[in-house]
């Protein structure tokens, strides 16, 4: 990946941080942000690769979060978007 990062956003703590260990664990640096602003700064510092993007979060939720940054430049970060449900 050329020194470029892996930023998880989720807004559950503990999610972002088994997601980081297990990346770390294939030898991938990481980033993490608790939501779409934090996401944002964090992309606009650059080396950034992938996105793991939760749907669900508060504020500005992970679909519109995508859009915008797919839409941000001509060579966006990769988003992959994860979700889940407890039932």
């Given amino acids: 990946m050329n020194n ?46 992938v996105v793991l993007m939760d749907i669900r979060m508060p504020n500005l939720n992970g679909l519109e979060a995508t859009r915008q940054i797919v839409g941000s430049t001509d060579d966006p970060a990769r988003v992959i978007v994860l979700t889940w449900q407890d039932k």
Wanted: hydrophobic share 45%.
């Fill in 4 to 49: 470029e990062r892996v930023l998880i956003v989720d807004d559950e703590e503990s999610v972002r941080w088994v997601l980081k260990k297990a990346m770390e664990k294939e030898g991938l640096e990481t980033a993490l942000a608790k939501d779409a602003t934090e996401a944002f700064s964090l992309l606009q510092e650059g080396g950034i690769a």
